[in-house]
């Protein structure tokens, strides 16, 4: 059974750092694309960085050079790390995962290509 399980997440001010991790089970995360998602209250769900098979990596633009996503293959554990976070970046974050085809350009613009996913952690940031 394909798992992942987010943590990570908390309130934390305009300006801080924070990084999520993602724990996978049941498969291993080196054989998929995979990738990070938010929502919003009242917004769709959206791509925030993802990693293809081939390594190749995507950031959404409003991450501005702030997010890093990296993997760490012998823990089976994909991680965000979010730097200079502001009030904009305050969601629920998913991590998810797909074989689907496709460059990680266009993966990581839908959450519709990722069928496996975490059950989201809440980040928060307040003043």
């Known amino acids: 059974q394909l798992q992942l399980v987010e943590s990570g997440g908390g309130l934390v001010q305009p300006g801080e750092s924070l990084t999520l991790s993602c724990q996978a089970s049941g498969f291993t995360l080196e054989n998929y694309h995979i990738g990070w998602f938010r929502q919003a209250p009242g917004k769709q769900r959206e791509g925030v960085s993802c990693?293809?098979?081939?390594?190749?990596?995507y950031h959404a633009d409003f991450t501005e050079g702030r997010f890093t996503i990296s993997r760490d293959n012998a823990k089976n554990t994909m991680y965000l790390q979010m730097n200079n976070v502001k009030s904009g970046d305050t969601a629920i974050y998913y991590c998810?995962?797909?074989?689907?085809?496709?460059?990680?350009?266009?993966?990581?613009?839908?959450?519709?290509?990722?069928?496996?996913w975490g059950q989201g952690t809440q980040v928060t940031v307040s003043s």
């Open positions: 998810a995962a797909t074989k689907g085809p496709g460059s990680i350009w266009t993966l990581c613009r839908s959450p519709y290509f990722f069928d496996s």
């Open positions: 990693i293809h098979i081939d390594g190749s990596i």
